[in-house]
């Protein structure tokens, strides 16, 4: 296993300087978040210039690119183009895991296995594992649905967040049943009312999480995924779990 970072964790600073940060705080991969409603890197950038992205992902202050997170409006009428684009740029940067969010909650269940299964299919034309990202409020917010729609697509993965499993509204979701799909880890501490709170406070238990992970042979990423909390040294919170997920590496 190998402990990344998100660039979601500095997505208030330029992508150069959010790159700089990481390497300050001692990481040597990154898993780069492709989002069209941040600053850093956007599909539609991606897909109208291809050649500047691909610069742009290798230029990352020696830093390896692990996994591009995907995020674009799902009825925006290029969204499937965009979405290929960032499947070339993957292929040209050599990196194989895109995390993809599912679709909100109300969204037909038929219609949400179509919609993934073209981006399986998009991306597998250029090596790429699509992986969905659980999230409250979201068709994934339920283990159950999400490991159906696993059984139902061939080769789709499953981006794990224990906290969105951890804080949610009908209480904590038992996700072990997931673990058999999971393609790439985010982490950060949570409690059963607060999605993010600081190092030690919270009840994520990233020892049994990681000896379940072990016991499926995983050989992914588990990729530190904090935005920075109020009078907080967040520089200082992001070493922490860096530190403490390096310690059960051991």
Do not use: W
Not at 141 to 160: A, H, K, S
């Amino acid at each position: 296993m190998l402990v990344t970072v998100s660039s979601e964790c500095f997505s208030h600073l330029p992508l150069d300087s959010a790159f700089q940060k990481l390497i300050d705080l001692e990481f040597s991969t990154v898993e780069i978040a492709i989002h069209e409603h941040q600053n850093h890197l956007r599909p539609s950038q991606v897909h109208e210039n291809l050649t500047e992205a691909i610069v742009t992902c290798q230029n990352t202050r020696r830093l390896d690119v692990v996994a591009y997170s995907f995020d674009s409006p799902v009825d925006f009428p290029l969204y499937l183009e965009q979405f290929e684009s960032v499947c070339r740029l993957a292929r040209a940067t050599k990196v194989a895991t895109l995390i993809v969010r599912s679709s909100e909650l109300g969204t037909p269940f038929n219609e949400e296995v179509e919609r993934l299964k073209q981006l399986v299919q998009i991306g597998s034309k250029d090596g790429v594992r699509v992986s969905v990202h659980n999230e409250v409020g979201r068709m994934s917010e339920d283990p159950d649905t999400l490991m159906v729609l696993c059984n139902n697509i061939e080769e789709l993965g499953v981006c794990l967040d224990p906290s969105h499993y951890i804080c949610h509204p009908k209480g904590p979701q038992n996700y072990e049943k997931l673990i058999p799909y999971v393609h790439h880890v985010r982490l950060r501490d949570t409690t059963k009312k607060e999605l993010q709170v600081k190092i030690g406070k919270g009840i994520v238990d990233y020892g049994h999480l990681v000896t379940l992970l072990r016991q499926e042979n995983y050989q992914g990423a588990l990729s530190i995924h904090q935005i920075p909390l109020p009078n907080t040294d967040h520089m200082a919170e992001m070493r922490k779990l860096r530190l403490l997920i390096e310690s059960l590496m051991l």
